[in-house]
């Protein structure tokens, strides 16, 4: 089955305490994002990549590191998370081919920093 | 890159079309817009794309106008499971960047 998958779903953690999210992609899609979403405020693009070893920010990056080493792959790090970064996190990937640009997202992980 | 606006909320009864419109003043001349729908706590579901004129798929139609500078989502004989919220996006489509500015949607709440 064509899917995104992240780990973890749920996650509770302290300020400070390092944690990487992890997402990934069976589709051999070649762009890949991070978004958050907050009550309020839709979703907001943290970090794309559209390559191996391609990364930019989006339009939130502040707090937060990516990187892209395998295609299938593209974990979300918080290296000092603080309680603002609290919100559900969702991973996307798309293709380039077909001229469709269609979106495909995970199922989210909810991200609760005391 | 173009932000979009949409209306916050609409109200709608089941079987009853529904035109949701979002305005992009400043989209590209090679930017895409898509419509996404999504329902709480799952992530959005692509819904349809399109470039100018109208497009028509199995779920609905999205007409753009020759200026671009908006478009419309129609949702005909909605039902009750159409409840979600829509999100109206304008992408690059010649491969210089994938930032993507969503907005904040349009809750769009079915009545039986």
């Known amino acids: 089955e064509a899917q995104v998958t992240q780990n973890p779903r749920y996650l509770i953690t302290v300020t400070g305490k390092k944690l990487t999210v992890t997402c990934s992609q069976n589709m051999n899609h070649e762009y890949m994002s991070w978004y958050r979403q907050d009550p309020g405020l839709g979703l907001r693009q943290i970090y794309y990549s559209m390559n191996v070893e391609v990364t930019d920010k989006g339009d939130v990056p502040e707090g937060y590191k990516v990187s892209r080493k395998e295609k299938r792959n593209f974990p979300l790090i918080l290296e000092s998370p603080s309680p603002n970064q609290t919100s559900l996190y969702f991973c996307?990937?798309?293709?380039?081919?077909?001229?469709?640009?269609?979106?495909?997202f995970g199922p989210g992980t909810r991200l609760t920093v005391t | 890159l173009a932000k979009t606006t949409q209306p916050i909320s609409m109200d709608s009864y089941e079987g009853q079309e529904v035109n949701i419109t979002c305005s992009h003043n400043n989209i590209a001349t090679n930017d895409y817009i898509t419509w996404y729908q999504q329902f709480p706590s799952q992530g959005p579901r692509f819904i349809i794309q399109?470039?100018?004129t109208k497009v028509t798929n199995e779920v609905a139609s999205l007409f753009i106008p020759a200026d671009r500078k908006s478009s419309t989502l129609s949702l005909p004989r909605v039902s009750l499971s159409d409840t979600a919220v829509y999100y109206c996006l304008v992408g690059d489509s010649v491969g210089n960047t994938d930032k993507l500015i969503f907005g904040t949607g349009t809750r769009l709440q079915v009545f039986p």
């Open positions: 996307a990937s798309r293709t380039v081919a077909g001229g469709i640009n269609e979106q495909y």
């Open positions: 399109g470039y100018k």
